[in-house]
């Protein structure tokens, strides 16, 4: 990995510590998921992606998509839509909300999303994509941005078209997922379409799709010349991958993840989400997070299969302590991961524990 292509980005009155980027992902990129991955070394974490009319004519539930941790900052709060002045108002709660900077979601291939005009379908309307960032900068001072797909299909490849408009409104930047909405995540994301946008514009461009490893980070940088990725699926059960991307440097060869790291991750992941979301559903909203942190572990059908059998806390942590104690003094590769560093914030595994950096360091709760 080259130094320079790890580094700080200005945005604005805003500095990022690095390019290294969170997708936001519906159902998965809580404000726990985030604060994890941030812990992790990622220097910008992105919300899910949060319904525009939800928020103004929704519960508590939409609403609290809008929560943020202090250990997060900064966040970015993703939001969709297709009426300027819905969208203009929900930029302004999210940024009242203390996010610190506001994407419009514009590359979202599902048919429930863009049958409502939201996601990947605006792009089909340049006008409107238009009014919408104009209307929507009038009622934030915070950073704006787009993230949009290469088009709608083959026939509608207009992300140059989207992107140039993005610059002349004063967008940030522009993340372009390589892939258009009628490929949804099949096939190759096409990362030469991501070199060509970052020679068309001259606001920063972020690459994504397809960064699985270090070793795919490396080559995105190498091959786009973009100014920072985004990972989203990629970090889905291996959050330490953007400090393993921080640290790469070939050939110097680093030690693999350990069990009794990733069983403390497992276990302080299922304490924060019972901690914000309670019993039974805490345990319940786990499950998904315990079939990506398994995979590539010995006996990990048998795990996945056992540990969704538990709706309460102590019932799932003691399975999982005892199935990590039966995998014991055992090495393995964990499936898409390459090495880690050290723990976040300074953490050290003794036994099954995870050692404080400060006996009295005070962690917000959720």
Same mark, same amino acid.
């Given at each position: 990995?080259?130094?320079? $292509? ?9 500095? !990022?510590?690095?390019?290294?980027? !969170? ?9 726990? +998921? ?6 992790? %070394?990622? %220097?910008?974490? /992105? ?48 940024? $009242?909300? %203390? ?44 950073? !704006?941005?787009?993230?949009?797909? !290469? ?11 989207? #992107? ?20 949804? /995540? ?55 991958? /953007? ?66 059998? /538990?709706?309460?806390?102590? $019932?799932?942590?003691? +399975?999982?302590?005892?199935?990590? $104690? ?10 898409? #991961? ?21 006996a009295n360091q005070n962690i917000p709760t959720f």
């Amino acid at each position: 990995m080259n130094a320079a $292509d790890i580094h700080p980005l200005h945005l604005e009155h805003l500095k !990022l510590e690095n390019n290294l980027m !969170l997708a936001p992902l519906a159902g998965i990129t809580d404000l726990l +998921f985030r604060v994890i991955v941030k812990r992790y %070394g990622c %220097g910008l974490v /992105f919300s899910e992606m949060i319904n525009s009319n939800g928020v103004l004519h929704g519960g508590l539930k939409v609403l609290r998509k809008m929560d943020i941790h202090p250990e997060e900052h900064p966040v970015g709060i993703q939001i969709a839509g297709d009426d300027p002045k819905t969208l203009s108002q929900v930029a302004s709660m999210a940024q $009242d909300a %203390g996010a610190a900077l506001i994407n419009i979601n514009m590359g979202c291939p599902a048919k429930k999303v863009t049958k409502s005009k939201a996601g990947c379908i605006l792009m089909r309307d340049p006008k409107l994509v238009e009014t919408i960032l104009l209307t929507i900068q009038k009622s934030i001072s915070i950073p !704006l941005t787009i993230k949009i797909r !290469l088009g709608w299909d083959e026939q509608e490849l207009n992300y140059p078209e989207i #992107a140039k408009i993005a610059e002349a409104c004063g967008c940030a930047f522009v993340i372009l997922h390589a892939r258009t909405r009628t490929q949804a /995540f099949k096939g190759q994301a096409r990362w030469e379409e991501i070199r060509k946008l970052k020679e068309t514009i001259k606001i920063p461009v972020i690459g994504n799709g397809d960064i699985t490893t270090c070793e795919s980070a490396v080559r995105m940088f190498q091959e786009t010349g973009c100014d920072g990725i985004m990972i989203g699926r990629g970090a889905l059960g291996q959050p330490w991958l /953007f400090q393993e991307i921080k640290a790469y440097a070939p050939p110097k060869q680093t030690r693999r993840i350990r069990w009794p790291e990733i069983k403390n991750i497992i276990l302080e992941h299922l304490a924060l989400s019972v901690e914000r979301y309670g019993e039974p559903l805490g345990v319940k909203l786990m499950r998904k997070h315990f079939a990506w942190y398994s995979h590539g572990l010995p006996k990990s059908s048998a795990f996945r299969y056992q540990v969704h059998q /538990f709706e309460r806390e102590i $019932d799932t942590r003691q +399975f999982i302590e005892s199935f990590f $104690d039966s995998i014991s003094g055992k090495d393995f590769d964990v499936a898409g #991961a390459q090495t880690i560093c050290d723990l976040p914030l300074g953490r050290q595994v003794q036994g099954s524990a995870i050692i404080a950096p400060s006996a009295n360091q005070n962690i917000p709760t959720f």
